[in-house]
Structure formats: C-alpha cells, structure tokens
C-alpha cells in the first residue's frame, strides 16, 4: 500500500503565492515520477506539472513562468511553489506518482486526496 498525503492548499488572493507538498510513504519500490493535476469544478483532471527520478520536467502552458516543481527523492517528496496565482488556478490540487508498488508490482499510478487552492481575485 501507498499513501499520498499533499499539504500547503489554502485561500490566497490573485498575485499572491502558494507552496504545495506531497509526501509519497508505504511499500515504495521506486518512483518513476511524480506530479500535481489540477481540478476545476465540473472539468477535467489536468497536468499542471511533473517531474521524473531524473530530474526531467514539464508544465502545462498556463503555469510556465509561474510555478515551480521540484523534489526531495530522499524523502519521496514532490513541491509546487505557485506564483502570480490567478482566479483560473482555482481548484483541487492533486498529487501523482507513478511508481512500482512492491506489493502491487509493476508501474502503477497513484493519487493523493487533493488540496484545495482558491485564488480570489
């Protein structure tokens, strides 16, 4: 079993930032990579960011510049400093991990309970 545990959500105003965490803890082979989607109400889960064991990243186009990703591998941690947030990143924030379980097995997806960050203009 693995659990992902985010923190850091909250109500900021427009301008204002924001640092999200997820811890990753449980049977952990290794992590392929880890990442925040993002929920709007009534839309889509998307990427916001990710970052892979190598160090490699990607940002949807609506954060670059703004937010950052970054990672403790020791700690199996992953952390999303959001700056400038505007209205539209409103939503719940989702941690995600892609790692090989050891009681699961091979590569297997999974997701933190959510964070919500509300951005008032």
């Known amino acids: 079993h693995v659990q992902l545990v985010e923190s850091g959500g909250g109500l900021v105003q427009a301008g204002g930032s924001l640092r999200l965490s997820c811890t990753a803890s449980?049977?952990?082979?290794?992590?392929?990579?880890m990442g925040w989607y993002r929920q709007a109400p009534g839309e889509q889960r998307d990427l916001v960011a990710r970052i892979t064991s190598g160090g490699s990243t990607n940002y949807a186009d609506s954060v670059k510049g703004r937010f950052t990703i970054s990672r403790d591998n020791a700690k199996n941690t992953v952390y999303l400093q959001m700056n400038s947030l505007k209205p539209e990143d409103t939503g719940i924030y989702y941690c995600?991990?892609?790692?090989?379980?050891?009681?699961?097995?091979?590569?297997?997806?999974?997701w933190g309970q959510g964070t919500q960050v509300t951005v008032s203009s």
């Open positions: 449980g049977s952990i082979d290794s992590i392929n990579s």
């Open positions: 995600h991990a892609k790692l090989r379980d050891i009681v699961v097995g091979p590569l297997y997806n999974y």
